[in-house]
Structure formats: structure tokens, C-alpha cells
T-cell receptor, first 111, second 114 residues
Framework: TQLLEQSPQFLSIQEGENLTVYCNSS?????LQWYRQEPGEGPVLLVT?????EVKKLKRLTFQFGDARKDSSLHITAAQPGDTGLYLC???????????FGKGTKLTVNP | DSGVTQTPKHLITATGQRVTLRCSPR?????VYWYQQSLDQGLQFLIQ???????AKGNILERFSAQQFPDLHSELNLSSLELGDSALYFC?????????????FGQGTRLTVV
């Protein structure tokens, strides 16, 4: 069974601060995705990474896929209250199309 | 708007009852996934259908079943409901194009079993 561990589970910071959340596994994933979910809504895809060592930037968000394709990180620069939400990583691998999710990091950015 | 439609949005029912949750995928998407989200377990994969056929199975209870119809909409049937089945149930759809397939989620059905 492929498992994705996310850390930290909760993060509360002030507007303007930087932060990094992590997604780790002992399994290799062929692709990894990051989603953001707001209360009462479904997860919304932010990015997909497929190549080991890949770095993708989306405005103030930087996503990195580990060289061994077992881990990923999400770095947010100068966080804003609008970044508040649940950040989920999800991976596919082992020949399966099944998308396995981590339990998420609940981020609160205080004004 | 992801293009995935789930109904109903909220459902309150008693223990022992049976309910049906419905999902209409995005136009053109052949794959439908069902997930259960609870506070302590996070998003748990239940089952996937592709073009009407079951493709992958996760931690789906025997009391739960699903199907995908010829028009590609899907239904998740939950029977003999227990208090612990209270959760958010999400449907997602995708066009299967390899390992970086993107899944688009509906807004979910909040099921409360009382």
C-alpha cells in the first residue's frame, strides 16, 4: 500500500511569512499532484510534477519533486490570507491509476 | 467550477437506511473516482470506473457499491448505514492519458447519519 505522509499537519502563520510543507513516502510515484481544498468544496488541482528533481513555480508557490520521486515539497513565499486552506498531495504509481492522497496540511494565514 | 456535478449536496438519513449519491463527470471524461473524506482519515479512495467498467478498488466496504452508466454518470450506493459512514463523499473525473492524469473534483455530498 502506498502511503503519503504530510507535515506539518497544521500551520498557522502571519501574513508575509514564508512556509514549506512536505509530502513524503517510502514508495516511488510516477507522478505527484498538489491540491488545495477550501471548506465545503472539493480539492482543486494546483500542479502536477512527473520528473524527479522537477521544480514548478506558480506565482508565489514553488513545487519540487524529489530526485527519487518519493517526496515533494510546496513552498509559499510571502503568504497571504487568501492562501488559507487544506493543502493535499496525491500520487500515482505502482502501475495503478489510483490517486492516493496524504491527509493534508491545514494552513491558516492571519492578517 | 470544475465541471463535475454531484447531487445531493447534503443528505441526512437514519442508521440502517440506504442512500444513492450521484455524479456527472466533466464532458468527455471517461474515468470516475469516488472518495470518502472524514476528519481523521483524510481522503480515502473508494473505487474507480472507466467507461462503464470497474478499474480499481480501494477501501470500499461491502455495504457500498457503485456503477457507471452508459452516459458516463456514476452512482454510489451506501446501504445499512452506520453513524461512522457520516462523511463527505467526493466524485472526481479525468481523461485517462497516462500517469499525469489530472482529476477534477465535484463539490461533494455531505452525508450525515443520525
Amino acid at each position: 500500500t502506498q502511503l503519503l505522509e504530510q507535515s506539518p499537519q497544521f500551520l498557522s502563520i502571519q501574513e508575509g511569512e514564508n512556509l514549506t510543507v512536505y509530502c513524503n513516502s517510502s514508495s516511488v510515484f510516477s507522478s505527484l499532484q498538489w491540491y488545495r481544498q477550501e471548506p465545503g468544496e472539493g480539492p482543486v488541482l494546483l500542479v502536477t510534477v512527473v520528473t524527479g528533481g522537477e521544480v514548478k513555480k506558480l506565482k508565489r508557490l514553488t513545487f519540487q519533486f524529489g530526485d527519487a520521486r518519493k517526496d515533494s515539497s510546496l513552498h509559499i513565499t510571502a503568504a497571504q490570507p487568501g492562501d488559507t486552506g487544506l493543502y493535499l498531495c496525491a500520487g500515482r504509481g505502482g502501475g495503478s491509476e489510483k490517486l492516493v492522497f496524504g491527509k493534508g496540511t491545514k494552513l491558516t494565514v492571519n492578517p | 467550477d470544475s465541471g463535475v456535478t454531484q447531487t445531493p449536496k447534503h443528505l441526512i438519513t437514519a442508521t440502517g437506511q440506504r442512500v444513492t449519491l450521484r455524479c456527472s463527470p466533466r464532458s468527455g471524461d471517461l474515468s470516475v473516482y469516488w472518495y470518502q473524506q472524514s476528519l481523521d482519515q483524510g481522503l480515502q479512495f473508494l473505487i474507480q470506473y472507466y467507461n462503464g467498467e470497474e478499474r480499481a478498488k480501494g477501501n470500499i466496504l461491502e455495504r457500498f457499491s457503485a456503477q457507471q452508466f452508459p452516459d458516463l454518470h456514476s452512482e454510489l450506493n451506501l446501504s445499512s448505514l452506520e453513524l461512522g459512514d457520516s462523511a463527505l463523499y467526493f466524485c472526481a473525473s479525468s481523461v485517462v492519458q497516462g500517469w499525469n492524469t489530472e482529476a477534477f473534483f465535484g463539490q461533494g455530498t455531505r452525508l450525515t447519519v443520525v
